[in-house]
């Protein structure tokens, strides 16, 4: 009779996911008892290091591969690493159960893209800027529009997650509007005079109820 499969999670960061990674895998595995050969008994006793099933459990390390692309709930067989079959039968499969670990700054969007909350200067926005954005593969410049808003999300194309058939999703970046905590006598100054040349009414822009 063929082996049971047997099962086990693995914790992956997204970046890991994303490009595929090595890892060493330690579980817990029945094998045959050593001291009575697989048979329960030694003589005509019960073995008593199995207490006569046979199999005792030990830890196993392997190495595994995984491909780049997988997603949060993906199954990784490894054939042959389960559990031993009976009488003679063959050794069941190894499923890994992938699971992603939260991460710090993207958040996975649908199934291929990851989206980022960035935070910009009130001037930045209105202007407009070229500012560093974190991708999972390092930093890029992105231009911002003049006139960009806070809550607006902007794409960054092929910047998100590997498909494992080849391609890549999308990053979104979502723009946050962050003012001074704290404002210099210039800075108070400036902003001053702005209100003051200004015609710019943010409350005109709310619906009418």
């Known amino acids: 009779m063929r082996g049971q499969d047997a099962e086990a999670e693995i914790g992956l960061t997204l970046e890991e996911a994303h490009r595929g990674?090595?890892?060493?895998?330690?579980?817990?595995?029945?094998?045959?008892?050593?001291?009575?050969?697989?048979?329960?008994?030694?003589?005509?006793?019960?073995?008593?290091?199995?207490?006569?099933?046979?199999?005792?459990?030990?830890?196993k390390s392997l190495e595994v591969r995984i491909p780049a692309g997988v997603r949060n709930g993906s199954i990784i067989r490894l054939a042959g690493q389960g559990e031993p079959g009976i009488n003679g039968g063959p050794v069941g499969d190894l499923l890994l159960y992938?699971?992603?670990?939260?991460?710090?700054?993207?958040?996975?969007?649908?199934?291929?893209?990851?989206?980022?909350?960035?935070?910009?200067?009130?001037?930045?926005?209105a202007l407009g800027a070229s500012i560093p954005v974190p991708t999972l593969d390092g930093p890029?410049?992105?231009?911002?529009?003049?006139?960009?808003?806070?809550?607006?999300?902007?794409?960054?194309r092929a910047r998100g997650l590997n498909r494992r058939g080849g391609g890549r999703g999308d990053e979104y970046v979502k723009l946050k509007i962050v003012n001074p905590p704290k404002l210099s006598p210039q800075e108070k100054?400036?902003?001053?005079?702005?209100?003051?040349?200004?015609?710019?009414n943010a409350r005109d822009l709310m619906p009418e109820g």
């Open 98 to 125: 992938v699971q992603i670990q939260p991460h710090r700054l993207f958040h996975v969007v649908g199934e291929n893209d990851v989206e980022i909350e960035m935070a910009m200067t009130p001037w930045e926005a």
């Open 189 to 200: 100054e400036l902003f001053e005079k702005l209100a003051a040349e200004s015609r710019f």
């Open 140 to 156: 890029v410049q992105m231009k911002i529009p003049a006139g960009a808003q806070g809550g607006q999300r902007l794409r960054l």
């Open 21 to 59: 990674v090595k890892r060493n895998v330690t579980l817990q595995a029945m094998e045959a008892c050593n001291d009575c050969h697989g048979t329960g008994y030694r003589g005509n006793d019960v073995c008593p290091t199995c207490q006569g099933s046979g199999f005792v459990r030990r830890p």
